[in-house]
């Protein structure tokens, strides 16, 4: 920035006076000049033919004639000049010039009764003798607290043509160059040498304020005769004084050129390097535009009328000679032949045009929005008022079951435990059920308590049925809703948000092809307004002179898009640490976007019966347009911004009406951030205005932040991916579409921004570990940043689904087709619920929108509410939703399907697993080596298979297996075989001692090959990696959440039985839910944490006969190896080898195929999550303890 501009900046802060204002008298007539409007009318206009015009009755006499005339004439000259567009344009071009002037008795009128505040500061701050007010006075216009200015008149160029050229331009260079005459020639003269001498009192040539010495130093340089900074305070003080009394012809010249008394109010004074300030011979700025920028206002209590001065356009500040020169400039780059002016009017003029347009463009939008509510107002008879059909804050009620507790909550979904006969229709005036219907047992419901009386109102009814606890099951939050949860917070929080269809048609059929009528007229065509007829002794050709020609701007205008905001930060970047009680976390930033005033531009009467105001807020600039500020907050990466939920919207009533522009737009109202609200992050925002949908991801709330972060953050992934084809891999398993037996749904509808993002950070960390080995690679080749080279088109192939053509046909339709456990497809849906979501462009700005109150502007007599509107960022750098969305999901399948398989094989006792507090699960990748010799070349093969294992089994055991001959096979298959003798007697037998393995605690074969292969890897041609083998083991917990501490198990440790744990947090999740719908987080909330830990040492088992390369293999370094009695095989591998025959139950491809060992593996998956937070619900939903969901 350049010297000059700094200085000016550093004043910023005008208030223009409207005392002693005196007028410049520039000769201007009153019918105006050469070529003006006004002059060209009352020469050349024929005032006969202007009264036909008007259906003015010619006057009898020639006074009245002439009355007549004049009042038309100037009636036109008036309109012509100020419903003018192309005069609005020109009269932008104009410029005034100030000087900065020393306190005389004007202003200290001025600074007593409009800056008393800083006086008195001031006076305070002396103590030196004299009059105070003087004093204070002079400390001011020294530290630049106070700085006096009188200002010229406008030049304008386009005000008056000249009598020499008939030119506008000519008059303004004469104009000007006047100025600069005075200029010039009043640096020499006494007011100049006054003004000069003052500045100097302190510092000579140098700055008032630049050269303020320490009270030590002061002391000091007094002892050697030095003046002190007190003594030429008196000496500035009666310096002022005597400059107040002048009346010199030069100072009444002075103030004839400059008539306007401005001042600059600075209560801090100069704050940056002094060195900058003006000096005693700088006093000259000169600004661009009008100078008027406020209506007119007045201090509380003050005695002057006051308007706020521009200065946007100043630049200064100027000696006498540089003040010349720069008018002298300007001068030069406006006259014509430049085409400065030309193309400066043109764009001018295209911007009014623009406002103009965009005022028809805002009344049509809002023409439908109109029509519905006056479609409102006729079915209410008139008395539609948008507020009453708001939603409002809930306030449920509740009804406690004497007997069992239980509590039920306005809102819950209930089930009917038996069929009964309940009310379809009730008869209103009888006040009695008009038709019953039988209800079925297994109907669903929502809980109304109505005067503490516990109703319920069932799907398919129209009547609520008062009902008994008893007959009453309480279903999970949410449960089998026909309408999913984001329909129906979008329902509620509308209220009477969607313009109806009758109203569209209605606007349609209307106004839509008169729209067209006068589209089709209008194109191609010009308007003209016929202003006057010419007087038939006119002078054509001087006519011809002084007026223009047709303007291109009007046919050639065409609407622009909106203007880029150069110069100045971008709502939404400034962003500063919280002031005052907010509640908002450590690290957490407001950003400001604008300041909202009440009753801007003016006040409003709502009803002019009552005289009743409405209570409203306007930005006091244009804010950006929703889309370009989401974009704005998009752009400032690794960071999240606080954002209320659809309910909480309507909870706390901070309602968006932007689909309604004719409604009012912002509440006067606070809108304080809460610890309830999450942070989100922005993912893509649209670009097609407040309607486009744009997408966030979800992280957590401020509560659940503050009080438990573990639940906020993605747990630690062990065993992390070292290439991108295994990131890719897993990310396109858990993004494939679900299936879980009966029905499967669509792929997740995870934005590809998302992918990208959580790609993209993997890759960079990948970059700074792979740096080094590249920089090695002899050919000097660099580092490829693009993405699409990085990742190469088999990883991308994986992301869009092409990796089941990767593996046989057979084995991914066999992987895939594994029913999971019911339920999946919700926990999915669920998951990606809480992770992303998406609405409307201005409804989400709105929703990530905060406002507070800022008291009220204190610089007029009739105060205004202030309002900052503000959002809330946080810094999220590690939070990634797509990465999150691909490792809950896929390790919260293995959970329940863990989960699903030890129930199943445990079922006979009881609950099996769930008979516990606590349950530990384990499970291991495992391979079955063969060897063929038969063929001249050797095979080797290993088949992989997975195995699980429950500690606590040897307590649950109930007995031996009855196995059964049925459908050509021996029953269960998993724990028969057929006996010796089994072609005469289709006996069957247990697979000794298979079950009593299971007894002692041992494994069993995974029958769910999609678990299974979570474990092993999947084989399409070649032998196996034993390496991918892997192992681990599951304990899972149930309760509280607030029971969970930062790692670990809850505190203290569970005591009853999960499936009992499981069964009451249904019902209390319910109820918390119920309660308070708006909330995100519950401390009380029932989970179920499954954790996850590695298996850490691998094991083997070689044949007697094994060949020694696979004994190598099988049992390499840091495995264990295991041997029974006898040559056979240890107990925990009783479900691969039978003891019989000391061979592999299955996988044998041929008699020749020579058994040579097992190798079991262990340590964690592939970017394994080390634990995952399950509900009651899924785990029930799972074992088929509860309804299904309906793929909810």
């Not at 300030?277 to 007045?298: I, N, Q, T, W, Y």
């Not at 689904?801 to 594994?818: E, F, I, P, Q």
């Not at 649950?956 to 998993?974: F, L």
């Amino acid at each position: 920035m350049a010297p000059r501009t700094r200085q000016i900046a550093s004043l910023l802060a005008w208030a223009a006076v409207g005392e002693a204002v005196r007028m410049a008298d520039m000769g201007q007539t009153d019918g105006g000049s050469l070529g003006s409007p006004g002059e060209t009318v009352d020469t050349f206009c024929d005032g006969a033919g202007l009264q036909e015009m008007h259906g003015r009755a010619p006057a009898e006499e020639e006074d009245a004639a002439n009355l007549v005339e004049k009042g038309l004439l100037q009636a036109v000259t008036k309109e012509l000049e100020n419903n003018n567009v192309d005069q609005m344009a020109k009269s932008i071009f104009s410029f005034y010039v100030c000087a900065r002037w020393a306190p005389d008795k004007v202003f200290w009128k001025l600074a007593e009764q409009e800056l008393a505040m800083q006086m008195a500061d001031a006076v305070i701050g002396s103590t030196d003798e004299g009059d105070p007010t003087i004093m204070a006075i002079a400390d001011m216009y020294r530290t630049y607290q106070f700085v006096p200015m009188l200002c010229s008149t406008n030049f304008e160029v386009y005000k008056k043509t000249d009598e020499f050229d008939g030119t506008y331009f000519h008059q303004f260079k004469v104009e000007v160059e006047d100025m600069m005459k005075f200029v010039s020639e009043s640096s020499t003269g006494e007011v100049s040498q006054e003004l000069t001498k003052l500045d100097k009192i302190f510092c000579g040539d140098k700055p008032m304020m630049s050269c303020d010495r320490h009270k030590v130093i002061e002391t000091f340089m007094s002892w050697f005769g030095s003046e002190t900074a007190a003594k030429k305070q008196q000496k500035l003080a009666e310096k002022i004084q005597s400059f107040a009394d002048r009346n010199s012809g030069d100072f009444k010249e002075w103030k004839g050129r400059f008539p306007f008394h401005s001042f600059i109010a600075k209560p801090k004074g100069w704050q940056a390097d002094a060195s900058e300030a003006p000096k005693s011979d700088e006093r000259f700025v000169v600004c661009f535009g009008k100078r008027v920028a406020s209506e007119l206002h007045r201090r509380p209590n003050g005695n002057h009328i006051l308007t706020d001065q521009n200065n946007v356009g100043c630049h200064g500040w100027y000696d006498a000679k540089e003040t010349n020169n720069q008018l002298k400039r300007m001068v030069e780059m406006w006259k014509p032949p430049t085409c400065q002016l030309a193309d400066m009017s043109f764009q001018m003029k295209k911007e009014i045009m623009a406002k103009f347009h965009d005022m028809n463009q805002r009344l049509f939008e809002a023409l439908p929005s109109l029509i519905n509510d006056e479609l409102q107002e006729q079915e209410t008879d008139g008395e539609f008022d948008f507020e009453d059909y708001l939603p409002q804050p809930v306030k449920p009620n509740s009804f406690t079951d004497p007997t069992t507790k239980r509590v039920f909550v306005d809102g819950m979904v209930v089930k009917a435990e038996k069929e009964m006969k309940r009310c379809k229709r009730m008869d209103v005036e009888k006040n009695e059920c008009a038709e019953k219907e039988t209800l079925k047992k297994g109907a669903y419901g929502r809980v109304e308590v109505i005067d503490d009386k516990l109703q319920v109102k069932w799907e398919g009814l129209g009547a609520s049925n008062e009902e008994s606890p008893e007959d009453l099951k309480i279903m999970p939050h949410g449960w089998k809703a026909k309408k999913g949860f984001a329909g129906h917070v979008r329902d509620l929080v509308a209220g009477v948000s969607t313009i109806s269809d009758k109203a569209k048609e209605l606007w349609a059929a209307i106004n839509v092809p008169k729209k067209k009528n006068l589209a089709n007229l209008m194109t191609n065509s010009v308007s003209k307004w016929a202003v006057c007829p010419i007087k038939g002794d006119a002078d054509l050709e001087a006519l011809d002179n002084s007026i223009g020609t047709e303007d291109a701007v009007f046919q050639e205008f065409q609407r622009e898009a909106y203007s880029e905001w150069s110069g100045k930060k971008l709502p939404g970047k400034d962003c500063v640490p919280p002031s005052g009680s907010l509640g908002l976390p450590s690290g957490a930033k407001v950003c400001d976007l604008n300041e909202y005033h009440s009753d801007h531009v003016e006040k409003y009467t709502k009803k002019d019966e009552t005289k009743e105001l409405e209570q409203f807020v306007c930005p006091l600039t244009p804010p950006l347009g929703a889309n370009d500020q989401l974009q704005v907050m998009e752009e400032q990466k690794g960071l999240c911004y606080l954002h209320m939920t659809g309910r909480q919207e309507q909870q706390y009533g901070w309602h968006y009406q932007g689909f309604f522009p004719a409604r009012r737009q912002n509440d006067r109202k606070e809108n304080s951030p809460k610890v309830e609200y999450e942070f989100v992050r922005l993912s893509k925002v649209a670009d097609d205005g407040i309607e486009g949908q744009s997408t966030f991801s979800r992280w957590c709330t401020i509560e659940e932040l503050n009080a438990q972060p573990r639940f906020c953050n993605l747990p630690k992934v062990e065993n992390e991916w070292s290439t991108m084809e295994e990131l890719a891999h897993d990310l396109a398993e858990s993004l494939e579409s679900a299936f879980d037996g009966e029905e499967s749904v669509a792929p997740t509808q995870i934005g590809a921004t998302a992918e990208e993002q959580t790609l993209a950070s993997e890759q960079s960390k990948l970059k700074k570990e792979e740096k080094t080995k590249w920089q090695k690679v002899k050919d000097g080749a660099k580092w490829v940043g693009n993405k699409a080279l990085w990742l190469g088109e088999k990883t991308w192939d994986k992301i869009r689904g092409g990796y089941r053509l990767t593996v046989s046909s057979a084995k991914w339709a066999k992987m895939k087709l594994t029913p999971g456990p019911h339920g999946n497809n919700r926990m999915a849906a669920e998951l990606e619920a809480k992770l992303f979501g998406e609405d409307t462009t201005g409804n989400l700005l709105h929703s990530l929108s905060f406002q507070r109150s800022l008291g009220e502007t204190s610089g007029t007599s009739n105060s205004k509410d202030r309002y900052e509107r503000f959002i809330v960022s946080y810094p999220c750098p590690t939070f990634d939703p797509a990465l999150e969305f691909a490792l809950k999901k896929k390790w919260s399948q293995v959970a329940v399907r863990m989960i699903r398989e030890g129930y199943n094989m445990f079922n006979r006792s009881q609950a099996g697993v769930l008979n516990k507090p606590i349950a530990t699960l384990m499970m291991r990748g495992e391979a079955i080596r063969y060897r063929n010799t038969r063929s001249r070349t050797v095979d080797v093969n290993s088949f992989p298979q997975a195995s699980m294992k429950w500690d606590e089994a040897s307590h649950e055991w109930a007995g031996a297996t009855e196995c059964k001959y049925i459908d050509k096979k021996c029953q269960p298959v998993e724990w028969c075989q057929k006996t010796t003798f089994h072609i005469i007697s289709n006996g069957c037998e247990e697979r000794v001692p298979y079950w009593r393995t299971l007894a002692a605690g041992e494994w069993w074969a995974v029958k769910d090959t999609s678990l299974a292969h979570v474990v092993t890897p999947i084989v399409n041609s070649g032998d196996l990696n034993l390496k991918e083998l892997s192992g681990f083991k599951m304990t899972l917990f149930c309760g509280a959440k607030k029971t969970f501490g930062a790692s670990g198990p809850p505190s203290p440790l569970p005591s009853e039985p999960l499936l009992e744990c499981l069964k009451k947090g249904v019902e209390t999740n319910a109820r918390l839910k119920a309660q308070e719908p708006w909330k995100l987080y519950f401390p009380d909330e029932v989970i179920v944490l499954a954790k996850f830990e590695a298996i850490p040492e691998k094991e083997c088992f070689v044949d007697a006969n094994a060949h020694p390369s696979d004994v190598k293999e099988l049992c390499a370094k840091s495995v264990k190896a295991e041997a029974g009695q006898d040559g056979a095989a240890p107990l925990s591998y009783a479900h691969l080898i039978d003891p019989k025959t000391k061979q592999p139950f299955d996988h044998k491809k041929s008699d020749s195929d020579v058994f040579q060992g097992v190798h079991k593996g262990a340590g964690f998956p592939k970017g394994t999550l080390t634990e995952v937070v399950l509900g009651p619900q899924d785990v029930l939903e799972a074992l088929d303890m509860i309804d299904r969901s309906n793929g909810r």
